[in-house]
Nanobody, 125 residues
Protein backbone atom coordinates (compact mmCIF):
# COMPACT_ATOMS: atom_id res chain seq x y z
CA UNK A 1 0.00 0.00 0.00
CA UNK A 2 1.19 3.50 -0.90
CA UNK A 3 0.05 6.71 0.73
CA UNK A 4 0.46 10.12 -0.91
CA UNK A 5 0.03 13.34 1.06
CA UNK A 6 -0.18 16.66 -0.77
CA UNK A 7 0.27 20.23 0.37
CA UNK A 8 0.74 23.70 -1.09
CA UNK A 9 -2.55 24.45 -2.82
CA UNK A 10 -4.37 27.71 -2.33
CA UNK A 11 -5.56 30.96 -3.84
CA UNK A 12 -3.22 33.12 -5.90
CA UNK A 13 -3.65 36.01 -8.30
CA UNK A 14 -2.85 35.71 -11.99
CA UNK A 15 0.87 35.90 -12.62
CA UNK A 16 1.72 34.55 -9.20
CA UNK A 17 3.36 31.32 -8.13
CA UNK A 18 2.65 28.27 -6.00
CA UNK A 19 4.65 25.18 -5.15
CA UNK A 20 2.85 21.90 -4.60
CA UNK A 21 4.43 19.06 -2.63
CA UNK A 22 3.53 15.39 -2.39
CA UNK A 23 5.21 12.95 -0.02
CA UNK A 24 5.00 9.20 -0.58
CA UNK A 25 5.05 6.62 2.19
CA UNK A 26 4.30 2.96 2.70
CA UNK A 27 5.29 0.13 0.41
CA UNK A 28 6.50 2.11 -2.57
CA UNK A 29 8.09 0.57 -5.63
CA UNK A 30 11.82 0.76 -6.11
CA UNK A 31 12.59 3.44 -8.65
CA UNK A 32 9.00 4.70 -8.93
CA UNK A 33 7.77 7.48 -11.17
CA UNK A 34 5.55 10.30 -9.98
CA UNK A 35 3.25 12.74 -11.69
CA UNK A 36 0.75 15.54 -11.35
CA UNK A 37 -2.75 15.62 -12.83
CA UNK A 38 -5.49 18.21 -12.59
CA UNK A 39 -9.24 18.28 -12.99
CA UNK A 40 -11.44 21.33 -13.44
CA UNK A 41 -15.22 21.19 -12.87
CA UNK A 42 -16.96 19.51 -15.78
CA UNK A 43 -13.69 18.45 -17.40
CA UNK A 44 -11.74 15.20 -17.58
CA UNK A 45 -8.70 14.60 -15.44
CA UNK A 46 -5.60 15.50 -17.44
CA UNK A 47 -1.90 15.03 -16.98
CA UNK A 48 0.11 18.11 -16.09
CA UNK A 49 3.60 16.75 -15.57
CA UNK A 50 5.49 13.58 -14.70
CA UNK A 51 9.02 12.59 -13.73
CA UNK A 52 11.02 9.38 -13.70
CA UNK A 53 12.89 8.09 -10.65
CA UNK A 54 16.19 9.57 -11.81
CA UNK A 55 14.66 12.80 -13.04
CA UNK A 56 16.17 12.24 -16.48
CA UNK A 57 12.76 11.79 -18.09
CA UNK A 58 10.18 14.52 -17.59
CA UNK A 59 6.90 15.32 -19.28
CA UNK A 60 4.90 18.55 -19.43
CA UNK A 61 1.58 19.20 -21.08
CA UNK A 62 1.66 21.89 -23.74
CA UNK A 63 -0.49 24.18 -21.63
CA UNK A 64 2.04 24.36 -18.79
CA UNK A 65 5.35 23.91 -20.59
CA UNK A 66 7.73 26.74 -19.75
CA UNK A 67 5.73 27.80 -16.70
CA UNK A 68 5.72 24.72 -14.46
CA UNK A 69 8.68 22.68 -13.24
CA UNK A 70 8.52 19.20 -11.74
CA UNK A 71 11.26 17.96 -9.43
CA UNK A 72 11.79 15.32 -6.77
CA UNK A 73 13.80 14.63 -3.65
CA UNK A 74 14.13 10.88 -3.38
CA UNK A 75 15.68 11.06 0.09
CA UNK A 76 12.36 12.53 1.23
CA UNK A 77 10.17 10.49 -1.17
CA UNK A 78 8.70 13.80 -2.28
CA UNK A 79 7.76 15.29 -5.63
CA UNK A 80 7.25 19.01 -6.21
CA UNK A 81 5.45 21.08 -8.80
CA UNK A 82 6.64 24.66 -9.05
CA UNK A 83 3.95 26.68 -10.80
CA UNK A 84 4.91 30.12 -12.10
CA UNK A 85 3.05 32.69 -14.19
CA UNK A 86 -0.24 31.17 -13.15
CA UNK A 87 -3.31 31.81 -15.27
CA UNK A 88 -7.01 31.58 -14.39
CA UNK A 89 -7.27 28.53 -16.67
CA UNK A 90 -4.87 26.72 -14.31
CA UNK A 91 -7.65 26.65 -11.71
CA UNK A 92 -8.38 23.02 -10.84
CA UNK A 93 -7.97 20.32 -8.24
CA UNK A 94 -4.42 19.03 -8.54
CA UNK A 95 -3.61 15.39 -7.78
CA UNK A 96 -0.27 13.68 -7.38
CA UNK A 97 0.11 10.08 -8.50
CA UNK A 98 2.64 7.23 -8.40
CA UNK A 99 3.40 4.31 -10.68
CA UNK A 100 6.25 1.84 -11.10
CA UNK A 101 8.02 3.62 -13.95
CA UNK A 102 7.55 6.34 -16.54
CA UNK A 103 6.84 4.00 -19.45
CA UNK A 104 3.84 3.00 -21.49
CA UNK A 105 0.72 5.16 -21.67
CA UNK A 106 1.53 7.23 -18.59
CA UNK A 107 -0.37 10.23 -19.94
CA UNK A 108 -3.61 8.44 -19.08
CA UNK A 109 -4.75 8.81 -15.48
CA UNK A 110 -6.09 5.25 -15.63
CA UNK A 111 -2.52 3.95 -15.79
CA UNK A 112 -1.58 5.37 -12.36
CA UNK A 113 -2.53 3.10 -9.43
CA UNK A 114 -1.81 5.39 -6.47
CA UNK A 115 -3.21 8.86 -5.86
CA UNK A 116 -3.16 11.69 -3.39
CA UNK A 117 -6.28 13.32 -2.03
CA UNK A 118 -6.08 16.35 -4.30
CA UNK A 119 -5.47 19.99 -3.49
CA UNK A 120 -7.37 23.00 -4.81
CA UNK A 121 -5.51 25.62 -6.82
CA UNK A 122 -7.49 28.76 -7.62
CA UNK A 123 -6.05 31.55 -9.76
CA UNK A 124 -7.94 34.81 -9.70
CA UNK A 125 -7.91 37.43 -12.45
Amino acid sequence: QVQLVESGGGLVQAGGSLRLSCAASGRTYSGYAMGWFRQAPGKEREIVSAISWSGVITYYSDSVKGRFTISRDNAKNTVYLQMNSLKPEDTAVYYCALRSSLTGDYRSFQQWPYWGQGTQVTVSS
